[in-house]
């Protein structure tokens, strides 16, 4: 299926499949980054969550022992425990900068995509990628003439072939 366009609509169609290409590419730069910084926070939760659960399985440990027999010594442990918690509780300098970062790169894919979709929807559905259509494989001409016989093209093979 052709479509009759000139040379100059060919070429702004191309500019505008290169635009929207080369925003697609910085699009995907930026899902990368969150990615990677997503994977970044998530191991640094994972750890924080790791230290927390081992303070809050000592803190266990102890007060099961307290219900025993409370002493001052154990008290003060629980509270250098819950101490420790909160210290993990609180923001760090580099879960900050994570978190930022994700804002920052997800706030730049919310404002391209919309335009990419824009400049998309613009473009002739001929050059839309996904919407190209497969054309069946032609089959080969059986036509016989004189000059397919004689170099033996279209000539049914003898039996045993």
């Given amino acids: 299926m052709s479509y009759g366009i000139t040379l100059n609509d060919a070429q702004e169609l191309l500019k505008r499949k290169l635009l929207i290409n080369k925003m697609s590419a ?21 750890k924080t969550a790791e ?25 003060d442990e629980c509270k250098e425990i819950y101490i420790q918690i909160n210290v993990l509780d609180t923001q760090t300098p580099r879960f900050r900068e994570l978190v930022a970062r994700l804002d920052t790169a997800q706030e730049k894919m919310c404002a391209l995509m919309p335009k990419i979709a824009h400049l998309e929807a613009q473009m002739p559905p001929s050059q839309l990628v996904t919407n190209f259509h497969i054309k069946p494989k032609e089959e080969p001409s059986t036509a016989h003439n ?16």
């Fill in 26 to 46: 910085e699009c995907i730069k930026y899902q990368l980054e969150y990615s990677k910084n997503s994977a970044m926070l998530q191991v640094l939760t994972m």
């Fill in 51 to 75: 230290d927390k659960l081992k303070l809050i399985e000592e803190l266990n440990i102890i007060t099961e022992k307290q219900l025993g027999e409370f002493t001052q010594e154990r008290q």
């Fill in 146 to 161: 004189c000059a397919t016989e004689a170099l033996g093209f279209g000539a049914t093979p003898p039996d045993g072939f």
